[in-house]
DNA sequence: CTGAAAGCGCTTACAG
DNA sequence: CTGAAAGCGCTTACAG
């Protein structure tokens, strides 16, 4: 059968207690002892049973993804990152989706995370957008004492840790880049208004182009929802009057950068020749349009692994909250790309 | 602090056997007993440690999800459907990429697994493909004594629980509906060699042409691989002579079906009026392109959930393996759909 | 229908 | 540097 911790021992001529010392890494084992415990924990196929671990430190060994309805991509990516960091620590990863129940519409998500995170405890919770905005379910982990780490959470919120990107920093690059191709006249799709992201690509483009000294246009300027559809309408509307017509057109995200592109090609007008299109978010559509799309690319992978980090790693135990800014990237490919530019 | 079943027992006025027996719905209590007792619980926000529980009765009460490399949206809806099957039977699910280490390029599958679940042992494996083909993860599986049930494995393995669905009736269907809107000549596009679902499609496709008495032509039939590219190709050769043009095409996936339609816009041939396209998958991108994809929506959800029951479900214990085969659905948009028919 | 005892495999707190 | 004892919160196997 499965080797315990007694077995171990037993083999190896010491207590249980040096055992537990030497696969804890825990000082104070001479290193003779040492090697020798190693030695037959290997031949024995020895593993610690989580269960117990966890019963007798009064730790789960296991850290919860909670979500909300997300983009399947984007979850996947977190909780992509945040497994491999897991593994790192010997934890392990649990998604939670928040759903409500059918059967209770009264409940708050407050009450939804205190269920939640009752009948698993966990040892801390990564929270995805939208829910890193949620101070409902914040101050339910807060009372429930439970360490956690938002997921880019809109604003700075002292004393929570956090991992994010720059998206106005992103959106300012993105926008440059378009102003040294020689564009003058550039439109933009703006997000969901309540998505946090929106207000800030949108600053980001406003910065870039009073940086450059360029004019930016309302009727250049077109309010978007972050889907295909949306970007389909505000194309139309951006490319109509062929006299008024901008250069470029700089969408808030790929979805509706595609929705551009549709546009574009139903009219005639060829990408990037006549037109530059841009999107953000470097979602699979942008490899799979013709052309490819140029966008930023998030470290949504990079923001999973530091998440679980930032809950585990004893180099950052009683560390105060923190919050780490990850880099974007910007890819460009043919649909921003002039020829021999 | 948090109550345990020592807590329970003592307000209840009962032993903490009793309270375990109503907890877990055993018999031989008697009413009033248990009523009382789930008072107490309540009362005090009882809710059993999930550690404890394993340690005593040596389960985990969690079920690991296996893959490797899937396609993002494929484990997530795969996911989304387990995660759900687990909340019915207090399960929780921990995903597992089985990726092997970097640092041992020699280490096998099969080993791979063995470690992976003598870290994390736990009560039920889902297997999804394309591992649910590999008999080395198989064979560790079996040998660790471990239930698990395999998603869409390509052949029936007596002995063994699957969760599948029909790709060949599937196929079947698309191609009916195409001959039903008058398609004479039809092209095929098919899949990546070494995945199972492609031979199954593709004799879908030539039981329905057959029964139909259709000639399938050499020539109308290419090798793609999944990918978008593939389909663009394989859609510039069957488009290429003017004379020999099908009118419709049936790619295997919607990413190839999605290079068709890219290839007959940058043609200049009108989708679905001079010709229809299919795919098959119904991913996002169905619903993204222009026009809108006829497609094949899996029933990927309900295998994720489905898995979990076999596995948890007390009314099928103890039952010989089973396969259950789930139904798919014909989802017809517009780029197979001829105006007024 | 109900309960007292033992034990699951570890860690904690303490002693030496 | 090492170990013996107690205990984490449940279930199992047994007794009545």
């Given at each position: 059968m499965k080797a315990t911790i007694t077995d171990v021992a037993k083999v190896a001529g010491v207590s249980m207690k040096t055992v537990s010392r030497v696969l804890n890494n825990?000082?104070?084992?001479a290193a003779k002892t040492r090697e020798r415990v190693l030695a037959v924990a290997t031949e024995l196929k020895y593993s610690p049973n989580l269960a117990a671990k966890g019963l007798a430190s009064s730790r789960s060994y296991l850290l919860a993804l909670v979500y909300d309805n997300p983009s399947p991509y984007y979850i996947a990516k977190i909780q992509s990152g945040a497994i491999d960091g897991c593994r790192k620590f010997g934890y392990h990863l649990v998604p939670e989706p928040l759903g409500l129940p059918d059967?209770?519409?009264?409940?708050?998500q407050e009450e939804a995370v205190h269920r939640l995170l009752h009948r698993l405890p966990v040892d801390g919770v990564i929270l995805t957008p939208p829910l890193s905005d949620s101070s409902g379910v914040i101050k339910a982990l807060e009372s429930m004492n439970i360490p956690f780490v938002l997921v880019a959470p809109s604003g700075q919120k002292t004393g929570i840790s956090a991992v994010k990107m720059d998206d106005v920093q992103a959106a300012r690059e993105m926008t440059n880049f378009l102003i040294a191709q020689g564009h003058k006249s550039i439109g933009f799709i703006k997000g969901h208004?309540?998505?946090?992201a929106t207000a800030l690509r949108y600053e980001g483009f406003q910065e870039a182009m009073a940086e450059a000294n360029l004019k930016v246009h309302d009727h250049e300027v077109k309010q978007g929802d972050f889907s295909f559809r949306s970007g389909v309408v505000a194309a139309e509307e951006l490319l109509e009057d062929v006299n008024t017509r901008p250069t470029a057109i700089f969408a808030s995200n790929d979805d509706m950068a595609a929705g551009v592109v549709s546009v574009a090609s139903r009219l005639g007008i060829?990408?990037?020749?006549?037109l530059s299109v841009c999107g953000f978010d470097d979602t699979p559509l942008a490899k799979i349009l013709f052309p490819q799309l140029t966008t930023v690319q998030q470290p949504i992978y990079e923001m999973g692994f530091e998440a679980v980090k930032i809950l585990l790693d004893p180099a950052l135990k009683n560390t105060p909250a923190l919050t780490r800014n990850l880099d974007f990237k910007l890819v460009v490919r043919d649909s921003a790309l002039i020829q021999g530019s």
């Open positions: 825990e000082p104070n084992v059967d209770a519409a009264e409940t708050t208004l309540e998505h946090s060829v990408v990037p020749d006549e």
